[in-house]
């Protein structure tokens, strides 16, 4: 069967060899910030660009490799010059630089706000009382990736050698001309690399010698690093802003509340909801599936109902539902997987009955790397009425989501997975069942009226989001959010499969290792064995030469016991990671493997 792969012919313009895989990136970079024209729904509107990042120019000029004209909508073209492939080596990549904020500037008259219960700079005061201020910058609109062929105008090109793309990262980039080439040992060969080392100065961390080498951080499937601009938004979320939300008649009330819903509007654009009243903020994806589990399901999960999950579950998204199931009298059913780490979707429908009541299960597994055919999943649910939960914690930091095109029910992640800040994370659910379920913890601002004898309850999303939250993790989770998109969310996974095909490939020279997880459908995580030698000792050697990774059960016991051990060695990528992380591990664990 030949693989494959991206075709310059498919391109508009006459491009050379060298420039087409600049010219693919700079075309995504572009569709993913001015929108295509679609018919979806999705409001959209082109992203402002708040900092200097290293994969961007400080200015944008006004046309691209690819010679588009923009969107109608305003969207603006991007460069390559900054941090993207071929970048001119005569300047050195921008770093986010510290900005003192400026003083907050009323939202032009003319442009929509976001939408959602609560709206930015649309009236002279919030409902709460505090005077409305609208920061520059904040709440301004992303494209939402397109959910279907027809919303994208795509690459031209007819004829048999008109392919859908089929790797997870390119789902959302339909239209995209693929041809067979063959024997080339990867279909990512006409991507280049970004220049990482731009890239790489955004992120302080990773700029530190541990043990006396410089630091290589491959454990981003516990938890990523941060740029420099998140760490910059939340100081100045401190040090400027700090107030509680929605609670005073002062100006730094109205600035922390303008940029608390401003994060909640990024984080609908990030996740492609439809409003911003779908997004509920917790601490993350655990709390986030606890409050599903003890709010709709204790609503509507009886005794002698069944929960369905799989057997690549994190345990944060088996014992809440275990807890439920022993507090109704319900059962848990689970989808089991091969060998290879994948799901045996055969089963599933011979798992869904009359009793299954919701289906909840990861969209990446945390400890494999194994991307489920999560799409498959929801529309065989579906056609039984059952509502599906996604964990995304492991696919969000890794390729575009959008759960308006998955049409998922429920769709949990986690800020620090994401390059944002811990303690903070997301709930998207549709706006009817967070509309029926009731509320999960009580106290402030979650309420309209209380009295002795009653209380009525705010709408979602407040309603599930009681006492103060974390605001300055949600400023910080949008400083996230605005640095990935900035970057360009497609071409950063292709940069990373790509980097994940080679440690895979790397991995297999290493004398007696035994691979875990050998899924077709793959992002970040490549673990292994080396039998006879422990995987504390082993990743204890490594930590002694710099190199941090995980090891044990990566809270997913089941998924691990499956191949009859009790935990691996796991390193995990993220795109700011590069090809000599890789060749520092895999030189330590051959002189690991040869004592």
């Not at 494959?4 to 700079?26: H, I, Y």
């Not at 599936?289 to 009886?302: C, D, E």
């Not at 089991?336 to 299954?356: A, F, M, Q, V």
């Not at 289906?359 to 056609?383: D, F, W, Y």
Request: aromatic share 6%; hydrophobic share 40%.
């Amino acid at each position: 069967m030949s693989i494959p792969r991206l075709d310059s012919a498919a391109l508009p313009v006459d491009l050379g060899a060298d420039d087409f895989g600049t010219a693919l990136v700079s075309r995504l970079a572009n569709e993913y910030f001015s929108g295509a024209p679609s018919e979806s729904k999705l409001p959209s509107a082109p992203v402002s660009v708040p900092h200097t990042v290293a994969g961007l120019p400080a200015e944008l000029p006004s046309s691209n490799p690819l010679g588009s004209s923009g969107s109608s909508k305003g969207g603006r073209d991007i460069s390559l010059s900054g941090g993207f492939p071929h970048a001119s080596s005569a300047a050195a990549p921008p770093v986010h630089p510290t900005v003192v904020a400026a003083d907050p500037e009323p939202v032009a008259k003319d442009k929509e706000p976001p939408s959602g219960t609560h709206r930015p700079g649309d009236g002279a005061s919030h409902e709460f009382g505090e005077p409305s201020f609208y920061t520059q910058g904040l709440g301004s609109r992303v494209s939402s990736p397109p959910t279907k062929a027809a919303d994208h105008p795509g690459l031209p090109g007819t004829g048999s050698d008109l392919l859908e793309p089929d790797f997870y990262f390119l789902k959302d980039v339909p239209g995209l001309r693929l041809t067979s080439f063959g024997t080339q040992p990867s279909p990512l060969s006409g991507l280049p690399e970004f220049n990482i080392d731009g890239v790489r100065k955004d992120f302080p961390a990773l700029q530190q010698h541990v043990n006396g080498s410089t630091l290589v951080w491959l454990d981003n499937a516990a938890t990523t690093h941060k740029p420099q601009s998140v760490i910059d938004a939340t100081s100045r979320f401190y040090s400027r802003d700090n107030s509680n939300i929605h609670r005073a008649a002062h100006t730094l009330a109205a600035r922390s509340t303008e940029l608390f819903e401003s994060g909640r509007e990024k984080v609908r654009q990030f996740l492609g909801a439809a409003d911003a009243k779908e997004i509920v903020f917790v601490r993350g994806t655990t709390e986030a599936i606890n409050l599903v589990a003890q709010s709709w399901g204790h609503q509507n999960v009886s005794q002698g109902d069944e929960i369905l999950v799989s057997q690549l579950e994190h345990h944060a998204n088996i014992v809440p539902w275990q807890l439920l199931a022993s507090q109704v009298g319900a059962t848990l059913r689970v989808i089991p997987i091969n060998d290879r780490g994948e799901l045996l979707l055969e089963e599933l429908p011979g798992l869904l009955t009359d009793r299954t009541k919701i289906v909840s299960v990861t969209h990446v597994s945390n400890a494999l790397g194994t991307v489920n055919p999560i799409e498959e999943i929801i529309a065989m649910a579906h056609s039984r009425g059952i509502p599906v939960l996604v964990d995304g914690a492991q696919s969000t930091p890794h390729f575009p989501i959008n759960v308006t095109a998955l049409d998922a029910d429920f769709f949990v992640f986690s800020g620090h997975k994401v390059f944002g800040p811990t303690g903070i994370g997301a709930l998207y659910g549709k706006s009817h069942l967070l509309e029926a379920m009731p509320p999960w913890q009580g106290g402030g601002h979650m309420i309209k009226d209380v009295t002795f004898e009653k209380t009525i309850y705010n709408a979602p999303p407040e309603k599930f989001e009681a006492g103060t939250p974390d605001i300055a993790g949600v400023v910080g989770l949008g400083a996230a959010i605005d640095y990935l998109i900035n970057l360009g969310i497609p071409a950063l996974a292709a940069y990373e499969h790509s980097l994940l095909e080679y440690a895979e490939d790397a991995l297999r020279s290493v004398h007696g290792i035994r691979q875990i997880g050998t899924a077709a459908n793959k992002a970040s995580v490549f673990g292994f064995v080396i039998p006879g030698i422990p995987n504390d000792r082993i990743a204890k050697e490594l930590d002694r030469q710099g190199i941090a990774v995980r090891a044990g059960h990566h809270c997913a016991m089941p998924a691990v016991r499956h191949f009859g051990i009790e935990g691996t060695v796991r390193p995990s990528l993220a795109f700011y990671n590069n090809r000599g992380d890789v060749d520092a591990l895999i030189q330590a664990l051959h002189g690991i493997a040869r004592r």
